[in-house]
């Protein structure tokens, strides 16, 4: 059992869901009660779809139990072919009918009906939402791709490629679509079928016809480019294209697999961030510290972003995501770092709180989080929101994709001068502590909220904490007060950086025994730790 | 699979007909998302699975900003195992909890499907835990499973568990006002109660030890429609309900008081003198939405069981046309004076069964049609304006102060609509 404040994923049906309302024609009959039905609102108000997902629920009450629950759940397939004719239809349960074990995919078998039906076996008190979606999606390209045939030679033929991976509900995946495309045609290499988003159970008959396939998002579609890697030996590019160095990377992959020239879509500046980047007002971005934490692909493609694309250095590495700790741990160890792998929000925040940031890129809890602590942040990731879903074109892969995450990552932050000058006049009484950067106004941005707040609430510091959130270090006690005219100096620094300032001088007093913490030690610390 | 012949009216000229099928309701979890902030002091603990805790951070979770009074233990295949002890399990968790929120007073832990399914007695594990945590935290248990509850169900289940614990009242005439209600619109009717000379305590108070008592003596009038088990558990105690329509619009705020005020004897024209002023601002309000209101067509998908209620004040007071009023139950009962209001031949729909509603619906053409949040888009684009019931829920919509507001958020989606030039 465990205590769950907030959930990063949601159930493996939801996976599912995300799989089957990225498609067309096909339908879900879901083994469930009525509360279940709330998944709707995820893709009819989270998305905006304009459709319900094609999902029928058995809503089966606590007086139907022991008695015709699978025959509440046979109708319902039933009724649903006859209503929505799909192409095929996935049947399963979700976490309490799972408990009844009335076997779905035996009881839809026996309706015999002429469409392929595939039965899901989500475990859910074991796997979560991607999970889920991964398992489905494999299932389906299973049943539905084939056995494997001969492909067409390729002579006089442009290359051809599945692009695998990008669902309902998923993050910016609409816009990462539409840039890939983009990249594939300049290469000139021909799509064959996008798979679950727009396809059809059809198009998934046709996935052996492509030459080799592309897995935008290993969480949803690497098992199924394995077993199509096995079957059909087609190989598959799992480079994510997300930041200038793997797009890069993704481009020269890609063209070798289909053996065509990378170098004129790479040639002419494809991305404005390097320049940007190199250009001096960025300058001030040089060792920002900053904490990364989300799904898998998300977390490691942003880790390298930061680091190598705008020069941030990360102090914190982690997902959710424990299907993929492996390449999380290791991407972390080359930043001298521990990662963070929990889908514990509680510990999520602990980590964040002693990593000290001056950065969040996170989901949407750690917004939260970060909020409270008054610390900029940005979201990089699924748990989705309806603010996932812009309006504008907001890709985060490919060179335009670049761009945006650019933008996304340097907009929470205070600007370079202004950050010199609020250091120099911490006197000035419009820069006080939680003055926000200037350019992102008083109005009700997140942001600006949070760090007007911060002044009434100094989050870093070890004074007293109003959050109930228990600050590191019990040996806080034998650590030496701090003289009155240190404690003033001490205010002088930005708040962002203040509780690394006091955590470095009070650990520097600690090591050296010293009765007292006076101003000498204070610049005594600056020195010895630098910045 | 559905009851397609009207069922035999009810005294009242209304066609009750009950439906199954599928539903697309939420369950009676979604409760906390108002319960957790009405009591003050109270934490909702549900044990479930992961769908709960998903159910109701998608429900309102990422819209609350402030650490939410409310959490899920999830149960997990060590648990279904036998690996771990359950109540070992819940135990730890709530200590956890407990050490992080010290300022709780009040822990109901909430059973849901799962728990139901492999019935884990959560009544008894609030026994154990609350022998344990006394005097400083009470624990009461109530189920908001979706095989037992719909949505509004779960605060009637909560209710409910805080019946048998409420201190026994003095032998005097008391008025117990019963359902969550805003606070700025309780406080309101306090003062008009006060005014009229009558005690009123209401259910659930802000605070865990401010809990109203309850005997014999008591008479209590509800406030919400959905208080089956609520109303029962409180005539075990002595209380008797004053039957009333509910203080949705002006008249039925009028009528809700008077049924109060006449039950303890006030003076009809002390009761005219002290619900004037409000009944003049409520009418003078509900005239600014009449004309954009009349002659609308309304369909009601079921969801919160305040749809009668609701279908009555927007038929009677704001002159719109009822094609379908669709509830999930329909407690005759306690909707007696409610259903007499709904014009002859209204047809109520008790129960779901989604497709076949919708087929109704998208024949009908409905000028508004109320449902839940997961139907409102789809209808939306297919070019019908909707109002999605949950936010009735989330607004102080009852009394006389509000129900402007209340007609407001009828007409709010027509007159986007009409603004609307893309």
Redesign the interface.
């Known amino acids: 059992m465990q205590l769950t404040v907030w959930t990063y994923e949601g159930p493996p049906h939801i996976g599912a869901m995300r799989v089957a309302t990225a498609m067309e024609g096909l339908h879900y009959v879901l083994h469930a009660p009525q509360g279940d039905t709330y998944a709707d609102l995820l893709f009819t108000m989270i998305e905006r779809r304009a459709k319900r997902p094609p999902v029928t629920y058995t809503t089966f009450q606590a007086q139907d139990l022991g008695r015709d629950t699978a025959a509440i759940f046979k109708d319902a397939v039933a009724a649903a072919y006859a209503r929505f004719q799909p192409q095929a239809m996935i049947v399963g349960a979700s976490c309490t009918a799972e408990l009844i074990q009335d076997d779905p995919g035996g009881l839809a078998k026996a309706l015999a009906l002429p469409i392929p039906v595939i039965p899901l076996e989500l475990p859910a008190y074991q796997k979560k939402e991607n999970w889920g979606a991964s398992e489905t999606f494999y299932r389906l390209v299973r049943a539905l791709a084939g056995a494997p045939g001969e492909r067409a030679p390729r002579d006089g033929r442009r290359p051809a490629c599945n692009i695998l991976g990008p669902t309902a509900l998923g993050f910016r995946h609409r816009d990462d679509l539409i840039e890939v495309r983009r990249l594939l045609e300049g290469l000139g290499i021909a799509v064959n079928v996008v798979a679950p988003l727009g396809a059809t159970p059809a198009d998934l008959v046709r996935l052996g016809e492509a030459d080799f396939n592309i897995v935008l998002y290993p969480e949803v579609a690497r098992s199924a480019a394995q077993y199509l890697e096995k079957s059909f030996r087609q190989p598959f590019v799992d480079v994510v294209p997300i930041g200038v160095g793997a797009t890069t990377r993704f481009v020269e992959a890609v063209a070798a697999l289909a053996g065509v020239d990378p170098a004129p879509i790479l040639a002419n500046a494809p991305s404005r961030l390097p320049w940007y980047s190199r250009s001096v007002d960025s300058t001030y971005l040089t060792g920002k510290r900053v904490f990364v934490f989300g799904d898998a692909t998300h977390a490691l493609a942003l880790a390298r972003v930061a680091a190598h694309e705008l020069g941030f250095k990360l102090v914190g590495l982690g997902t959710y995501t424990r299907e993929f700790a492996r390449e999380v741990r290791a991407e972390a160890a080359l930043h001298g770092i521990e990662a963070t792998i929990t889908d514990d929000y509680l510990d999520v925040e602990a980590a964040i709180q002693a990593a000290a940031p001056e950065l969040v890129l996170g989901t949407q809890m750690e917004r939260h989080i970060a909020k409270r602590l008054g610390i900029p942040c940005a979201v990089i990731s699924a748990p989705i929101h309806v603010q996932d879903f812009p309006a504008r074109h907001s890709p985060q892969m490919g060179f335009e994709g670049a761009n945006v995450l650019f933008d996304t990552l340097v907009h929470p932050l205070m600007m370079g001068l202004e950050e010199h000058l609020l250091g120099m006049f911490r006197e000035d009484p419009e820069f006080h502590d939680g003055a926000a950067p200037s350019h992102l106004g008083r109005g009700p941005s997140g942001i600006a909220d949070a760090v007007e707040r911060a002044p009434k609430t100094p989050p870093l510091a070890s004074a007293p904490v109003p959050s109930p959130i228990q600050i590191q270090g019990s040996d806080a006690v034998r650590t030496a007060p701090w003289a009155p005219d240190a404690e003033k100096e001490l205010k002088k620094i930005p708040f962002f950086v203040r509780g690394k300032a006091r955590a470095n001088t009070e650990r520097f007093a600690r090591e050296r025994q010293l009765p007292l913490i006076t101003l000498e030690t204070l610049y005594d610390a600056k020195a010895h730790f630098g910045r | 699979?559905n009851a397609h012949a009207p069922l035999p009216s009810t005294e009242c000229g209304v066609s009750v007909r009950a439906e199954h099928g599928?539903?697309?309701?939420?369950?009676?979890?979604?409760g906390i998302v108002w319960l957790h902030r009405k009591i003050q002091d109270a934490f909702f603990l549900v044990?479930g699975?992961?769908?709960?805790?998903?159910?109701i951070?998608?429900?309102a979770?990422?819209m609350i900003?402030a650490?939410?009074r409310f959490?899920?233990?999830?149960?997990?295949?060590r648990?279904?195992a036998g690996l771990?002890d359950?109540n070992e399990?819940?135990d730890?968790?709530v200590t956890?909890?407990i050490e992080?929120?010290p300022d709780i007073r009040l822990l109901f832990l909430v059973g849901s499907?799962?728990s139901?399914?492999?019935k884990l007695d959560l009544s008894r594990a609030a026994l154990r835990l609350s022998r344990r945590l006394a005097p400083d935290v009470r624990v009461l248990n109530y189920s908001g499973?979706?095989?037992?509850t719909?949505f509004t169900q779960g605060e009637d289940a909560c209710l409910a568990s805080l019946v048998p614990e409420l201190p026994e009242a003095a032998t005097t005439d008391e008025l117990l006002v019963v359902g969550a209600l805003a606070d700025v619109v309780e406080d309101q009717f306090a003062r008009l109660f006060s005014d009229f000379g009558i005690a009123a305590r209401f259910l659930p108070a802000r605070r865990a030890g401010q809990m109203p008592p309850v005997g014999r003596g008591t008479r209590f009038l509800l406030a919400q429609p959905f208080l089956a088990d609520t109303a029962r558990a409180l005539e075990e105690r002595g209380a008797r309900r004053i039957a009333a329509p509910f203080p949705l619009g002006a008249e039925g705020t009028t009528e809700w008081l008077r049924a109060a005020a006449e039950a303890f004897g006030v003076d009809p024209a002390r009761f005219e003198a002290v619900t004037a002023p409000g009944l003049r601002r409520s009418r003078q309000a509900l005239a600014a939405y009449a004309e954009k209101l009349a002659g609308k067509r309304v369909f009601f998908f079921p969801d919160s069981q305040l749809e009668v209620p609701l279908a009555r004040f927007l038929s009677r007071e704001m002159g719109a046309e009822l094609i379908e009023v669709g509830t999930p139950y329909l407690h005759r009962g306690h909707l007696a004076a409610e259903l007499e209001w709904l014009p002859d031949g209204t047809a109520v729909v008790e129960g779901q069964s989604l497709?076949d509603g919708l087929d109704r619906c998208r024949l009908a053409r409905p000028d508004l049609t109320v449902c839940?949040?997961?139907?409102?888009?789809?209808l939306?684009?297919e070019g019908l304006t909707t109002k999605w019931s949950i936010e009735l829920l989330f607004t102080p919509i009852q009394g006389y102060e509000q129900a402007g507001d209340l007609a407001e958020l009828f007409a709010r989606p027509l007159e986007r609509r009409a603004r609307l030039e893309v």
Do not use: K, Y
């Open positions: 699979m599928q539903r697309a309701v939420f369950c009676g979890l979604t044990v699975s992961r769908t709960c805790a998903h159910l951070q998608s429900a979770g990422v900003f650490e939410p959490a899920t233990a999830i149960i997990d295949e648990d279904l771990a359950m399990e819940l730890r968790v956890r909890l992080r929120r499907c799962p139901e399914v492999i499973s979706g095989i037992e719909t497709d839940g949040l997961g139907l409102a888009n789809p939306e684009a």
